[in-house]
T-cell receptor, first 111, second 114 residues
Framework: GEDVEQSLFLSVREGDSSVINCTYTDSSSTYLYWYKQEPGAGLQLLTYIFSNMDMKQDQRLTVLLNKKDKHLSLRIADTQTGDSAIYFCAESEPGTYKYIFGTGTRLKVLA | GEEVAQTPKHLVRGEGQKAKLYCAPI?????VFWYQQVLKNEFKFLISFQNENVFDETGMPKERFSAKCLPNSPCSLEIQATKLEDSAVYFC????FGPGNTIYFGEGSWLTVV
């Protein structure tokens, strides 16, 4: 079955870069996503990457995909206190709308 | 609307009572999904709709849970005879096109069963 894993916690200093990692198991996933969830709020789509891409950059966000190792990462440049949240990676099950979510990484940004 | 709208934001029910949650998808989106987020952030897919038709209900508990998306009405998720373990945040999401397309989530409805 599918399983998406992330480290639970990450703490960085304001202004540093954050790298959040994710490993997934379903190599047939066509899209991989990063969502942000702030306390008491819903899921905000940050970015996504198509499986035939290695990298995608969107302002402060850089997504790297290593299909061979089934490893996805999200890099946040110049991390700000407002970036403190839980970050979820997700893969879409091909042919369905089922998203398999990771366990979430709680990012804490220290001033 | 431009965002997925869920109501109520918070709902408290006594064990055994009924709970009903509502979702208005983004205007023009044909697909609606329900996810349940329980403790430890685990997300569980419940059901999806293509317009008013059930698309995939493989995540729905066989008993007590039902969902509908009727024309010109908000979609709904209903839990009969709630149990303590139903306490969770229920997220609705919508998407414009078919599988593989990005889905957009609402802010969730927080159900507490006491």
């Amino acid at each position: 079955g599918e399983d998406v894993e992330q480290s639970l916690f990450l703490s960085v200093r304001e202004g540093d870069s954050s790298v959040i990692n994710c490993t997934y198991t379903d190599s047939s996933s066509t899209y991989l996503y990063w969502y942000k969830q702030e306390p008491g709020a819903g899921l905000q789509l940050l970015t996504y990457i198509f499986s035939n891409m290695d990298m995608k950059q969107d302002q402060r966000l850089t997504v790297l995909l290593n299909k061979k190792d089934k490893h996805l990462s999200l890099r946040i440049a110049d991390t700000q206190t407002g970036d403190s949240a839980i970050y979820f990676c997700a893969e879409s099950e091909p042919g369905t709308y089922k998203y398999i979510f990771g366990t979430g990484t709680r990012l804490k940004v220290l001033a | 609307g431009e965002e997925v709208a869920q109501t109520p934001k918070h709902l408290v029910r006594g064990e055994g009572q009924k709970a009903k949650l509502y979702c208005a998808p983004i205007k023009g989106h044909s697909y609606v999904f329900w996810y349940q987020q329980v403790l430890k952030n685990e997300f569980k897919f419940l059901i999806s709709f293509q317009n008013e038709n059930v698309f995939d209900e493989t995540g729905m508990p066989k008993e007590r849970f039902s969902a509908k998306c009727l024309p010109n009405s908000p979609c709904s998720l209903e839990i009969q005879a709630t149990k303590l373990e139903d306490s969770a945040v229920y997220f609705c999401a919508s998407s414009q096109f078919g599988p593989g397309n990005t889905i957009y989530f609402g802010e969730g409805s927080w159900l507490t069963v006491v």
